[in-house]
């Protein structure tokens, strides 16, 4: 599986915008690129998924270009309780759909 | 629906004790997963289950076994407990189908495990 690269911390204030941007250079065809959330002391949660261009729902929007090689994770308007970590993965499409988790982006939100 | 609800929330074990970790899902989910995650690290894969009766290893296997003989149901047991299985323990299902379906995976609560 393909691995990720993010950033280990980010800062923002309330009601920004926030981008994570992930790296997956070795991306294979049959990949599709997943985050996750993580608040302290809980399991992840499923945020967006998704194989190419963007894809948007009620809490975040996914870009992925062309290639493939990186995808952003856009939050719009963050706000106290968006403070958490955020986990980039590639997850194969094969009979298996393991998730290899990296260390994360932790986010922290400012009043 | 419960989700994936995992017991118990904490343990305490003596080195050499062995206990297992219980995982039930209640969404009808195939796929099963058992992670750990240390302080400040992400998450491991331990072992998964893609049905009833079907395991494989993950990243960290070693010090583990698991059974899967109902859907629902995927215990992980721990054999001689030693101070690095000290970790939050993770169960996950999921219920993809293939191309064009969800890779969501509905994690549990965790379960805090410390081996002194």
């Known amino acids: 599986l393909a691995k990720t690269t993010q950033p280990i911390s980010m800062d923002s204030y309330e009601g920004q915008e926030v981008n994570i941007t992930c790296s997956h250079n070795n991306i294979a065809t049959n990949d599709y690129i997943t985050w996750y959330q993580q608040f302290p002391s809980q399991g992840p949660r499923f945020i967006i998924q998704g194989y190419k261009t963007k894809v948007t729902n009620e809490v975040a929007s996914l870009f992925i270009p062309a290639d493939r090689k990186s995808s952003t994770l856009s939050l719009p308007r963050v706000s106290l309780s968006d403070t958490a970590v955020y986990y980039c993965?590639?997850?194969?499409?094969?009979?298996?759909?393991?998730?290899?988790f990296g260390s994360g982006t932790r986010l922290l939100v400012r009043p | 629906n419960a989700g994936v609800t995992q017991t118990p929330k904490f343990r305490i074990l003596k080195i050499g004790q062995s206990m297992t970790l219980q995982c039930t899902q209640d969404?009808?989910?195939?796929?099963m997963y058992w992670y750990r995650q240390d302080p400040g690290m992400g998450l491991k894969l331990i072992y998964y289950?893609?049905?009833?009766?079907?395991?494989d290893k993950g990243e960290v296997p070693n010090g583990y076994n698991v059974s899967r003989s109902t859907t629902e149901d995927f215990p992980l047991r721990l054999e001689l407990a030693a101070p690095s299985q000290t970790s939050v323990y993770f169960c996950?299902?999921?219920?993809?189908?293939?191309?064009?379906?969800?890779?969501?995976?509905?994690f549990g609560p965790g379960t805090r495990l410390t081996v002194t």
């Open positions: 996950a299902s999921s219920g993809t189908s293939g191309r064009g379906g969800s890779y969501e995976q509905y």
């Open positions: 969404m009808n989910h195939n796929y």
């Open positions: 993965l590639v997850v194969r499409m094969d009979s298996s759909y393991k998730l290899i």
């Open positions: 289950s893609v049905g009833a009766g079907i395991t």
